[in-house]
């Protein structure tokens, strides 16, 4: 069973999002980091001559028990900003670095670029400049250097940080949209009709891109020419050989379309530009096994001067993949449609009427219509003009039913007719309609019905039970009436569609 929206949406139990992997080993390395400074110290601590100084145990200590802190701590469950107090205790102990160490806090001052790669390299972008009024305090603290230009070393240092977080920065981003294509194509390839994979082809699509308007335009199946926006609103239906559009461009040619200046460009669909007020469209092809089936088009209300490789090639990425998934949903869905339709009457079948039964809601009718004498009508006529009647019928059954209703071949003869929630008065209407639209076909042989209105409660065999009781009253009636299949046969007339 196909899971729903909101489940979807919701982490698997037990399993961390990368947001807070990345928290976990970014507050983990700050306590590498403080751990790493320890041993250094103590590497250092001969040289210096501060091996027994209590100033220096203390401050070991201390970084002994922050590091052990940092790496036991619950990152997953705090807010990002943690992460910033990291570097800001790193600059901490060079504020106090003259008073722990007299005389030798100098030789440490170049370490003070590592707060910088920690941001740069764990942290937003901005997180290192945001550290150099910190930094210049740090470094005027300690007299040796107290006279050098330390504006140039704090520059030094925050450009380090902020190209390491650039750096980093399109590193997160190429993951995660790797992620983001890898999250689509599961959602995807679980889609359970065209309906759920089109949301979610543009809810996928348009986190990646940030486009103001999604759209996903698939050929009409049975409109040639004709491309069915899905997803949104009815006035995207769009007729590609008879419009501008990039829908039609990119179907054509199989390649992904860029259009800056929407406005200018003679491929774009004005119509549709005025329905967005979009500036900036791009357009993907859905391929299919033989051509596309469709296009993916993204579109933006500001003007966009260019798309990247690493979008585009996410982008086309997804488009093929989804356009696999149409097909293979398209396959299923008519294999479905095959599986619940009479291949004479081009109705629903028996199994389609026993899984509309099943939903029945109260004030649904159900109606049973049958062929009155004709078993006599195949005998004199012949069973290829039996299978016309029976054609013919369904025909009108069907022309006279609204959108919601159901017709069903459930018998040799024998129509089923679910009329939704539309009461006994609905039901005299519908048949009168039958009525007239069979008498407009000519045809000599009759037919005979009965309905039953659903109640509340009641079950569905009770309703199919009570129509298939007045049917038998009605045919009672129709019996005694002598059979018309003497007539000269004749091809039965469709009524008018």
Same mark, same amino acid.
């Given at each position: ?169 399109? %590193? ?89 200046? %929407? ?223 003497? %007539? ?10």
């Amino acid at each position: 069973m196909a899971r729903s929206d909101r489940d979807r949406a919701r982490p698997e139990p037990g399993l961390r999002t990368a947001t807070d992997h990345d928290r976990t080993l970014a507050g983990r390395a700050g306590g590498a980091f403080f751990a790493a400074a320890g041993v250094l110290g103590l590497v250092a601590s001969p040289f210096l001559g501060t091996w027994d100084a209590p100033q220096f145990v203390a401050s070991n200590a201390v970084l002994a028990v922050i590091s052990v802190s940092l790496l036991v701590a619950p990152w997953a469950r705090l807010p990002p900003q943690t992460l910033f107090v990291i570097p800001v205790i790193g600059h901490a102990f060079f504020w106090t670095a003259d008073a722990l160490l007299p005389g030798n806090a100098q030789h440490f001052a170049p370490f003070l670029m590592l707060p910088h790669v920690y941001a740069g390299t764990f942290l937003r972008r901005g997180s290192s400049l945001a550290l150099a009024p910190l930094s210049a305090l740090a470094v005027s603290t300690i007299p040796p250097i107290r006279n050098l230009d330390t504006a140039l070393f704090i520059a030094l240092c925050v450009l380090v940080g902020e190209l390491l977080a650039h750096v980093a920065h399109r %590193a997160r981003q190429s993951r995660y949209r790797v992620d983001a294509v890898l999250r689509a194509t599961r959602e995807l390839a679980d889609a359970p009709d065209t309906a759920h994979a089109v949301e979610f082809l543009r809810h996928h699509a348009g986190r990646l891109l940030g486009g103001d308007v999604v759209s996903v335009h698939l050929a009409d199946p049975t409109t040639p020419g004709v491309l069915d926006k899905n997803g949104t609103e009815e006035r995207w239906r769009m007729h590609a050989d008879g419009e501008p559009s990039g829908v039609g461009e990119v179907m054509d040619s199989g390649s992904t379309l860029f259009v800056p200046h %929407a406005l200018r460009s003679p491929v774009v669909s004005l119509r549709h530009l005025r329905a967005s007020g979009c500036r900036s469209v791009l357009y993907v092809p859905l391929p299919g096994a033989r051509a596309p089936i469709g296009a993916l088009v993204i579109a933006w209300r500001r003007t966009r001067r260019r798309v990247s490789e690493l979008d585009l090639e996410v982008v086309e990425l997804l488009s093929a993949d989804a356009g696999r998934v149409f097909e293979r949903i398209a396959r299923a869905e008519e294999m479905e449609t095959r599986s619940l339709s009479d291949p004479l009457c081009g109705t629903g079948n028996r199994r389609r009427w026993e899984q509309r039964i099943d939903r029945l809601e109260p004030d649904d009718v159900v109606v049973i219509v049958d062929v009155d004498h004709f078993k006599t009508v195949n005998d004199t006529k012949g069973h290829p003009y039996g299978d016309a009647v029976l054609q013919a019928l369904a025909a009108v059954l069907t022309a006279a039913a609204r959108t919601g209703d159901d017709v069903c071949r459930i018998g040799g003869d024998e129509f089923g007719v679910v009329l939704a929630a539309c009461g006994a008065a609905g039901a005299r209407r519908y048949l009168d309609r039958v009525t007239t639209l069979w008498q407009g076909t000519g045809e000599n042989t009759g037919f005979s019905h009965g309905h039953a209105v659903v109640t509340e409660g009641a079950a569905a065999v009770e309703t199919v039970r009570a129509a298939d009781q007045a049917l038998y009253r009605a045919k009672a009636t129709r019996e005694r009436q002598p059979a018309t299949a003497t %007539a000269e046969p004749r091809q039965p007339s469709r009524p008018a569609q």
